[in-house]
């Protein structure tokens, strides 16, 4: 990324651009349209479905770090979703964006905050929020291994966003 784009705050334009990135590190993963298919039987946005965009967004939000860190390429899997609030319903219509923000670096996991939040006409209404952890895993001889998430060779302790040195 660069770095005029990480110094950007969210829907500022940058060199013409409107930024999908903001200091403190957050990361715009995923940004969806809620449909009337996405409804639960009382008309509002099913939790399943949030739960799965945070699960996606997740992810991509882990994939982001790893390259962002200098990290190799991983096959991730989700192993743990933890403390999902729901705060508000989210209705059809919202456009929805999901934020992600590393929390920690194990040896084979990864562990991201999403942040959902609505922007309803300007204002922005935060949604549901969650930790997901994912780890890195070996699929190639049809066994599932984990593997160290920053290279094999990498002996560097357990880290925190704060810790992670980027390249
Ligand atoms: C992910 C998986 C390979 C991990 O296997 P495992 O035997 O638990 O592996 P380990 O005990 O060595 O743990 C691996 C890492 O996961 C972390 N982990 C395991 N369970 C966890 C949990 N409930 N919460 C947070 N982290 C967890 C461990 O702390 C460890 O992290 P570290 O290497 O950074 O220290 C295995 O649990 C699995 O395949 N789960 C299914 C994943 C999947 O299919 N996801 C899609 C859901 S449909």
Redesign the pocket.
């Known amino acids: 990324m660069r770095s005029a784009e990480r110094d950007c705050a969210p829907q500022r334009k940058c060199g013409g651009l409107v930024s999908d990135t903001q200091p403190a590190d957050r990361y715009l993963a995923i940004k969806v349209v809620m449909m009337p298919r996405d409804t639960n039987p009382h008309g509002t946005i099913f939790g399943g479905v949030i739960l799965s965009y945070t699960d996606q967004a997740g992810a991509v939000g882990a994939h982001h770090e790893i390259r962002r860190a200098g990290w190799p390429h991983q096959t991730l899997?989700?192993?743990?979703m933890k403390s999902v609030e729901f705060h508000r319903p989210v209705f059809v219509g919202d456009t929805v964006s999901f934020w992600t923000r590393l929390v920690h670096v194990?040896?084979?996991?990864i562990t991201m905050h999403v942040d959902v939040e609505a922007d309803r006409y300007g204002e922005i209404t935060h949604l549901t929020e969650a930790e997901v952890?994912y780890?890195a895993?070996d699929l190639s001889d049809g066994q599932?291994r984990?593997v160290p998430i920053r290279g094999s060779a990498d002996p560097r302790p357990p880290a925190t966003a704060d810790t992670v040195t980027h390249p």
Not at 77 to 80: F, G, K, L, N, T
């Open positions: 899997v989700s192993v743990a194990g040896r084979s996991s952890t780890v895993v599932r984990t």
